[in-house]
């Protein structure tokens, strides 16, 4: 069964370092999102990713956030300078079509982020 | 703004007990609604998705059920196991259908 795969499953950075966090996911899928969850906290939306731009981003994802599709089956969330406050999971989802149109998301298993 | 909640935080039945985890939402002008399944420290696994014009959605012993003028979606599970555990979630895409907005999750022990 097709799978959204994420890498690496932890990180543990130092405050202010860059952070790479790669997904692959499911390959006839169009729409690309990435979600985040504080420990013991809802699961919150970051940003969706549509025919390679930005479609929608919440709040949270500032300019310290950047998202990219560098090749036609890898999508990156970058994190420039992390802070402690970035320590969370980090979800990589994909879906055939936007989750308002009917489509239906598809989670990969995650990438821990500890900032120390 | 949607906001979506979930009653009860944290349910814990015995094995074989039918079960029902409701989820709330406040705008219901949505698309679908969709259940997930998140394990402790895991990502998570699509259980059902429910489209506005459906009233209900069935998988095995889960079945969902959608009332979109009340606000209100039920997940029941059938003959419960302890494979069940786990925190069930829902949620609902914006009107704009780019961001899904998630409820806080049942967190459900089933004792065996």
């Known amino acids: 069964e097709p799978e959204v795969t994420q890498t690496p499953s932890h990180q543990v950075t130092q405050m202010g370092q860059e952070v790479i966090l790669r997904c692959v996911p499911i390959s006839n899928h169009l729409y690309f999102y990435w979600y985040r969850q504080i420990l013991g906290q809802k699961v919150e939306f970051l940003v969706s990713f549509y025919n390679n731009e930005i479609s929608e981003k919440s709040e949270i994802f500032d300019d310290q956030f950047s998202v990219e599709r560098p090749d036609g089956s890898n999508f990156t969330l970058k994190i420039r300078s992390t802070k402690l406050e970035d320590s969370a999971m980090y979800f990589c989802?994909?879906?055939?079509?936007?989750?308002?149109?009917?489509?239906?998301?598809?989670f990969g298993e995650g990438s821990r982020l500890t900032v120390l | 703004k949607q906001e979506v909640t979930q009653i009860p935080a944290a349910l814990s039945v015995p094995e074989g007990e039918n079960l029902v985890l409701n989820c709330s939402f406040t705008?219901?002008?949505?698309?679908?609604l969709q259940w997930f399944r998140q394990d402790p420290g895991k990502g998570l696994t699509s259980l059902l998705l429910?489209?506005?014009?459906?009233r209900e959605q069935t998988s095995g012993r889960l079945n969902a059920s959608l009332d979109k003028s009340s606000g209100r979606s039920t997940l029941y599970i059938a003959a419960s196991q302890p494979g069940d555990s786990a925190t069930y979630l829902c949620a609902v895409p914006n009107t704009g259908g780019f961001k899904t907005i998630f409820g806080a999750g049942t967190r459900l022990f089933v004792k065996a």
């Open positions: 989802a994909s879906s055939l079509i936007a989750g308002g149109q009917t489509g239906e998301l598809f």
């Open positions: 429910i489209q506005s014009s459906q």
């Open positions: 705008d219901s002008a949505i698309y679908n």
